[in-house]
């Protein structure tokens, strides 16, 4: 067996989603430990908070962010920042490796020159959950969304454009990036409720890095 033949990205299986979302399966694999450390130093920076919607639930999904713009919800509603709320400083910057990666796999999905300005930092304990939403508070929907997925799996709802639409429910494992763009960037989408479990390099958590143009 040629053993180059899984170093190449070109050579991982894919699911297509629709024709502009595609996961491209154990994408990250490759780069697990500089990726994990790298997630270490920018949360260690930038701690998971909790934060609440504008109606005053609290997000069962814990957040933080990299980049010139950070994605957050408080009272006043839903937008994109350039200072972490808790101490008025700029997000840690966009790491080189985590920047490499968003490109490399917009390019694979179809989504050249894909250039992210906002990287947000999910962390779902068991039990935590997405409801099916939009991604809508970006400027430019022509640009896509780059998501990937690390530690515990879970199950990744992917709908059509219109909330009622039909639901795809889609595992998402350790390595797993999703993209999707074009005809289906305004897809509904979300996460079932986190399954208990251990992963061995993330413990009982699931992480997800989603990679967009905001700005
Ligand atoms: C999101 O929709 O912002 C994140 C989806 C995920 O955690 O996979
Ligand atoms: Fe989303």
Not at 33 to 42: F, I, M, Q
Not at 105 to 132: E, M, S, V
Not at 178 to 204: E, N, Q, T
Request: charged content about 20%; aromatic content about 10%.
């Amino acid at each position: 067996m040629n053993p180059d033949l899984f170093s190449n990205q070109d050579q991982l299986p894919t699911d297509q989603l629709g024709p502009g979302a595609v996961v491209l399966r154990q994408f990250v694999l490759a780069d697990e430990v500089p990726v994990l450390g790298t997630l270490r130093d920018v949360t260690a920076a930038a701690p998971f908070r909790n934060m609440v919607t504008p109606r005053g639930f609290t997000i069962s999904v814990a957040m933080t962010n990299c980049g010139a713009l950070g994605w957050v919800s408080d009272r006043r509603g839903y937008r994109y920042a350039p200072a972490d709320p808790l101490t008025n400083q700029p997000w840690p910057p966009m790491p080189a490796s985590f920047l490499q990666i968003a490109m490399a796999a917009a390019a694979q999905a179809g989504f050249g020159g894909f250039l992210p300005d906002a990287c947000l930092i999910n962390r779902y304990a068991p039990g935590a959950k997405l409801t099916l939403h939009q991604d809508r508070d970006e400027v430019d929907f022509a640009q896509p969304i780059v998501s990937v997925s690390l530690g515990l799996p879970a199950v990744f709802l992917f709908g059509g454009v219109e909330r009622a639409d039909k639901v795809q429910r889609v595992k998402l494992e350790h390595g797993d990036v999703v993209v999707w763009g074009g005809p289906d960037r305004l897809r509904y989408h979300g996460i079932m409720p986190l399954k208990h479990g251990s992963h061995p390099s993330l413990g009982a958590y699931r992480f997800n890095l989603t990679f967009r143009k905001a700005g």
